[in-house]
């Protein structure tokens, strides 16, 4: 069974750094976009960022932009780096994989467990 596994969550202070990492179990994802999805207490699961299969492409949430670079290690493994961090960066974040959108409303095929990422103001 194809899994993401993710790992780097925790406590920071506003202003610190955080990097996630997510390993994918398979390399049928390695032909995949990845990216990651978070979602705060009380609100709807909202994209974040996603990399293309080949690592060249990338695609950043606006309010994200500047403060956080997703990169992929290797073609089953992708990180995302979040630096500048808020306290409304709060949230469960997920790995995804088989990204996809229409307009605004974005999905995946494929999810993680979801790490806890929390920011003291």
């Known amino acids: 069974q194809a899994q993401l596994l993710e790992s780097g969550g925790g406590l920071v202070q506003a202003g610190g750094s955080l990097r996630l990492s997510c390993a994918a179990s398979?390399?049928?994802?390695?032909?995949?976009?990845m990216g990651w999805f978070r979602q705060a207490p009380g609100k709807e699961r909202e994209f974040v960022a996603k990399?293309?299969?080949?690592?060249?492409?990338t695609f950043y949430v606006d309010s994200v932009k500047g403060r956080f670079t997703i990169s992929r290690d290797t073609r089953t493994t992708v990180a995302l780096q979040m630096n500048s961090l808020k306290p409304e960066d709060t949230a469960v974040y997920y790995c995804?994989?088989?990204?996809?959108?229409?307009?605004?409303?974005?999905?995946?095929?494929?999810w993680g467990q979801g790490t806890q990422v929390i920011v003291s103001s």
């Open positions: 398979s390399r049928t994802f390695s032909v995949l976009d």
């Open positions: 995804a994989a088989r990204i996809s959108n229409s307009g605004s409303s974005w999905s995946a095929s494929y």
């Open positions: 990399i293309s299969w080949d690592g060249d492409t």
